[in-house]
């Protein structure tokens, strides 16, 4: 299958989750981070959920992450240009839920640079055997993940399990390192 008939088959999958479901599962994904060796790290960027897209909720991993003294980054996404600016996240820092349904800072914030992150937790519909992903589609995290240091440790949150082939990708794509999914880790590094 290509990538649109992917995105929109996983989207709909997605969309017939139950609220119950969307939690329970997100939390089963955030107790198989916990077993993870990826604790040792400074700066780890989360995205915050789209509710309405029924995204895994990223609240469980927000509270380890905060529990644990991590520094927690968030994005503004820009639409215009499909880019995404980096934000400390602090007790004083506002979150917006902007047009598209996903909260993010206001912009007031401390910025960071993407080579500061050391951990970042990606949003997807679907992976495939080797750790490539199925987005929205806008590129927004292939333009991000480049401007990562290459050793950041990619880490996509998911409720299905990877395909069992790989499917056709372009040159902008950057694969995962790894995908937490309800009841399974899956390690695409050697
Ligand atoms: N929580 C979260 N934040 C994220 C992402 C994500 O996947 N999840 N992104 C990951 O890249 C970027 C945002 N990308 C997005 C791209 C499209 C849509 C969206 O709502 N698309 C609608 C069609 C909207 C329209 O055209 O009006 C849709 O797909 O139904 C949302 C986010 C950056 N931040
Ligand atoms: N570094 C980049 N520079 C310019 N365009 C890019 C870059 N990365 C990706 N793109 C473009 O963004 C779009 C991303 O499409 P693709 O099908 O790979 O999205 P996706 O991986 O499903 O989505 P997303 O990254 O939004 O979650 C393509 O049109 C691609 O050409």
């Known amino acids: 299958m290509e990538k649109k008939a992917l995105r929109n088959k996983y989207k709909q999958l997605r ?15 955030a107790n198989k981070l916990l077993t993870l060796d990826i604790w040792d790290f400074k700066m780890y960027h989360l995205f915050l959920s789209i509710e309405k897209q029924k995204e895994v909720q990223t609240d469980f991993l927000l509270h380890i ?8 980054v968030i994005s503004k996404s820009d ?22 349904g ?18 970042v937790f990606v ?33 996509g949150l998911s409720f299905v399990k990877p395909l069992d ?12 390192d790894m995908l937490v999914c309800p009841d399974k880790i899956y390690d695409f590094r050697q």
Request: proline share 6%; with cysteine.
């Open 79 to 100: 639409f215009i240009d499909y880019s995404m600016s980096h934000y400390l996240l602090t007790d004083d820092t506002r979150i917006i839920t902007n047009n598209y």
């Open 102 to 119: 996903i909260p993010e800072p206001d912009g007031m914030g401390i910025s960071i640079d993407e080579n500061q992150l050391d951990v």
């Open 15 to 29: 969309l017939n989750l139950s609220p119950q479901e969307v939690e329970d599962y997100s939390l089963q994904i």
């Open 65 to 72: 992450l905060q529990g644990k003294d991590k520094n927690v």
């Open 165 to 176: 082939y790989q499917i056709k990708t372009n040159p902008n794509d950057i694969p995962l």
């Open 123 to 155: 949003p997807l519909l679907v992976s495939d055997s080797i750790g490539n992903r199925v987005g929205y589609g806008k590129g927004f995290y292939d333009r991000f993940l480049k401007k990562c240091r290459p050793t950041v440790l990619k880490v």
